[in-house]
């Protein structure tokens, strides 16, 4: 008989396996979501700049596919909620960063440009609502921590409170803070570093999992779910074995067959060993762990500065949108964790759940042998 690995978590999030999906702004997408919660997982919405009316259509959507629990992710880093303006920024900071990204707009064939980026739009307060009007089962947390506010009515309406840290002490603060679960996001991990206020280089807040993920579950007394670099049911086991209640995997399914990912991006991600990664925060003013390309490299010499969040993000539009509509990988951002290694082709994301755990039961049935 296989064992059973149902979690404390799955207790929580009434899921049968601890395998979680995790938010991916512009990739997940309510097919992923209900394939993974149909496999007995649980898949979660990024919705990073996504306009609030989408993301209540989208959350319907996964509502049509599947009647399995389900989660819904924001940003809260303290540059992006409230956002930065436009008009505090210095005025030597705009030269020096249009100046860097005229380089990438001539490289691109586009206009140059000068001034202050727009303001973007500012969705998270709308979106906090929509997810309560909606009672998303799960709301998930990235970079940030819950107000009181969000976790009073979060609590009135039945929903489960997951965040995200990268270091021992966020994730004391975060589980102090009244959060059902906590997310422990190790320095491989593909996206943005789960810290709300930025560090100083991109080294800090990158810790690895395998000593990140002991500490988190010593320091919490709420169940820890393990973030970066689990791509199969070896990683399952190793981060139960490390003390986790499940797993949070990103990088696996940016591949796969419901992946909102272009396919230049799902091919290069393919094509791509464990080195392929760096830390940079060209495409957003935050760290994010992506695809080495052009751009994180020659900006980072530059030694040009960026714009604080949601601004540098904001004036990339032009460039990024264009490379993405050529699917030119050389100037737009593809965060994947370092895990990239162990992706092997296209697939679909129920399958990787059902591979997953099938491969985490054959693992500990077979540790159990060998260690004896
Ligand atoms: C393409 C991509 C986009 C991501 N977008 C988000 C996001 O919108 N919100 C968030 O909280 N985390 C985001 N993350 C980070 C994930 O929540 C998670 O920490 C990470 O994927 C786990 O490591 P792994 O990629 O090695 O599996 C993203 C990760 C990737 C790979």
Same mark, same amino acid.
């Given at each position: ?19 979680? /999906? ?133 609590? /009135? ?17 975060? !589980? ?8 422990? /996001? ?74 909102? !990912? ?111």
């Amino acid at each position: 008989m296989s064992p059973d690995l149902a979690t404390d978590l799955c207790r929580l999030l009434s899921i049968e396996v601890p395998v979680v /999906q995790a938010p991916m702004a512009g990739v997940t997408t309510p097919e992923m979501v209900a394939a993974v919660g149909n496999a007995g997982g649980m898949g979660i919405l990024g919705s990073g700049g996504t306009p609030p009316e989408e993301l209540r259509r989208q959350i319907r959507r996964v509502r049509e596919l599947t009647d399995r629990p389900f989660g819904a992710n924001l940003v809260l880093h303290s540059q992006l909620h409230p956002p930065t303006d436009a008009a505090t920024i210095p005025e030597a900071v705009v030269e020096e960063v249009q100046a860097q990204l005229n380089r990438f707009r001539r490289r691109l064939g586009l206009p140059e440009k000068s001034g202050r980026p727009p303001n973007p739009p500012h969705f998270v307060d709308e979106a906090f609502r929509v997810i309560l009007e909606e009672r998303v089962p799960v709301f998930s947390i990235g970079l940030g921590k819950p107000t009181p506010e969000m976790g009073r009515a979060c609590r /009135q309406h039945g929903i489960r409170i997951l965040a995200m840290a990268a270091t021992v002490a966020d994730a004391v603060e975060l !589980a102090a803070s009244g959060v059902d679960a906590v997310v422990a /996001q190790g320095g491989e991990a593909g996206g943005h570093r789960s810290t709300w206020v930025k560090p100083g280089s991109p080294g800090r807040g990158a810790i690895g999992l395998m000593v990140l993920l002991p500490q988190v579950v010593a320091a919490v007394s709420v169940p820890v779910l393990a973030a970066g670099g689990i791509m199969d049911g070896r990683g399952v086991v190793a981060a139960l074995a490390l003390g986790a209640s499940g797993v949070f995997m990103g990088t696996r399914f940016v591949a796969t067959h419901e992946s909102a !990912a272009s396919e230049a991006y799902k091919a290069a991600l393919i094509a791509s060993d464990s080195d392929s990664t760096t830390l940079s925060d060209a495409f957003t003013g935050l760290y994010a762990r992506m695809l080495r390309n052009t751009l994180t490299e020659e900006y980072a010499a530059s030694g040009a500065p960026v714009f604080p969040a949601p601004l540098q993000q904001a004036a990339l539009e032009d460039v990024r949108g264009t490379a993405t509509a050529r699917g030119d990988g050389e100037f737009f951002p593809r965060y994947t964790g370092q895990g990239v290694g162990m992706i092997r082709g296209r697939e679909a994301s129920g399958e990787v759940v059902r591979g997953v755990v099938a491969e985490a039961r054959e693992v500990l049935a077979a540790l159990a042998r060998r260690a004896r």
